[in-house]
T-cell receptor, first 113, second 113 residues
Framework: EAGVTQSPTHLIKTRGQQATLRCSPISGHTSVYWYQQALGLGLQFLLWYDEGEERNRGNFPPRFSGRQFPNYSSELNVNALELEDSALYLC????????????FGPGTRLTVT | KQEVTQIPAALSVPEGENLVLNCSFT??????LQWFRQDPGKGLTSLLL?????REQTSGRLNASLDKSSGRSTLYIAASQPGDSATYLCAADSGAGSYQLTFGKGTKLSVIP
């Protein structure tokens, strides 16, 4: 069974540009979560999608947005990139939000110069 | 707001030793507590999930316990091996419909051959 996949592996952008990160959940999983792991800040929750709807978002500005497609894959968009957006972005999926493990992908390393 | 603390921040042990990693959380109304392993620059590998109704879970040389009333969880690693060297992360949800995980900053484990 294929795990959570993310693309691209690495992404280099210039300040002010937009970045798009993609995530494909494990087959059958309907919930997708996005987390940011910035150096020194630990893992922080960004967004949660379930059944195509945004269910919750963390304490991040509106320029962080995303969506979930009918096949449950997801996209994270970061507009007006700032230097502090440089981080490892991790996507996770779960079979159901309640009582089920979250499985993580390998991440996308975003570097903003 | 859920807060998760892990102690110690770093731990170095000789190969073969048994060890305990500690995790505490502030909001006891959790559904799940999950332990992960992260190798440098990589995504997260799920180790164990403990549901709120459970007291412990075991997988191979790993045993995780949960005491909701005191807001504590421990991860016990038996007969440590150099391959166990990694950062171990504890994460808890916030219950009440907030299924995203709040992570501790991790314990960096080094097992010396």
């Amino acid at each position: 069974e294929a795990g959570v996949t993310q693309s691209p592996t690495h992404l280099i952008k210039t300040r002010g540009q937009q970045a798009t990160l993609r995530c494909s959940p494990i087959s059958g999983h309907t919930s997708v979560y996005w987390y940011q792991q910035a150096l020194g800040l630990g893992l922080q929750f960004l967004l949660w999608y379930d059944e195509g709807e945004e269910r919750n978002r963390g304490n991040f500005p509106p320029r962080f947005s995303g969506r979930q497609f009918p096949n449950y894959s997801s996209e994270l968009n970061v507009n007006a990139l700032e230097l502090e957006d440089s981080a490892l972005y991790l996507c996770a999926s779960s079979l159901d939000p309640l009582f089920y493990e979250q499985y993580f992908g390998p991440g996308t390393r975003l570097t903003v110069t | 707001k859920q807060e998760v603390t892990q102690i110690p921040a770093a731990l170095s042990v000789p190969e073969g030793e048994n060890l305990v990693l500690n995790c505490s959380f502030t909001d006891s109304a959790i559904y799940n507590l999950q332990w992960f392993r992260q190798d440098p620059g990589k995504g997260l590998t799920s180790l164990l999930l403990i549901q709120s109704s459970q007291r412990e879970q075991t997988s191979g040389r790993l045993n995780a316990s949960l005491d909701k009333s005191s807001g504590r969880s421990t991860l016990y690693i038996a007969a440590s091996q150099p391959g166990d060297s990694a950062t171990y992360l504890c994460a808890a949800d916030s219950g009440a419909g907030s299924y995203q995980l709040t992570f501790g900053k991790g314990t960096k484990l080094s097992v010396i051959p």
